[in-house]
């Protein structure tokens, strides 16, 4: 090593000089690095945004009509769902009108008129026999005056059944789901 050094120092300063920066620039790789990129161009900053807002219009306007779809299917499916709850209220409803109907035509079979020649103490001990819609049919189609002497004449619990079935029969609101 020494012999490198004598070798170095009986060169002119010039080359000595020369060779120490030479070191140096080499043991320091970024000291002399220099910024290749150079700043935009003032016109091409507007034109990037340009660029960029042109690039992702398709995205957006995509992203913007799957969330319109979405909205829409959703909006779908509660309309869906209400229409079903109104065919099911329908359906119960049309369901509880044949039921009063036929409720109303067993009584007119005759029966009433039997019923009507009768005491109001034979009357209530027979309808008490019978199946209750059609005992409350009978009593419904009977004169108020005579439907309350033959339900005075009953004992309380099937009166209290009859008076029931009676009452809704004519509530509109008997099919009703709770709310």
């Avoid at 900053?45 to 957006?60: G, K, L, M, R, V």
């Avoid at 329908?90 to 007119?108: C, G, H, T």
């Avoid at 029966?111 to 209750?132: C, F």
């Amino acid at each position: 090593m020494t012999g490198h050094l004598d070798e170095l120092l009986g060169k002119s300063p010039r080359m000595l000089l020369m060779s120490a920066a030479g070191a140096l620039m080499l043991a320091l790789p970024g000291a002399f690095a220099q910024d290749v990129t150079a700043p935009p161009a003032e016109g091409g900053s507007a034109n990037e945004i340009q660029q960029f807002c042109t690039n992702i219009a398709d995205a957006a306007r995509d992203q913007r009509y799957l969330l319109q779809r979405k909205e829409l299917e959703n909006l779908q499916a509660s309309v869906d769902e209400r229409i079903a709850t109104l065919e099911k209220r329908r359906a119960e409803y049309e369901d509880w009108l044949k039921r009063r109907n036929d409720f109303l035509k067993q009584a007119e079979l005759g029966l009433v008129d039997i019923y009507k020649t009768m005491k109001p103490d034979a009357a209530a001990g027979k309808l008490e026999m019978v199946r209750p819609e059609i005992a409350a049919a009978i009593v419904m189609k009977l004169p108020p005056r005579q439907s309350s002497l033959i339900l005075s004449e009953m004992s309380d619990d099937k009166a209290a059944v009859l008076t029931n079935i009676i009452s809704s029969a004519s509530d509109p609101n008997t099919s009703k789901e709770p709310s």
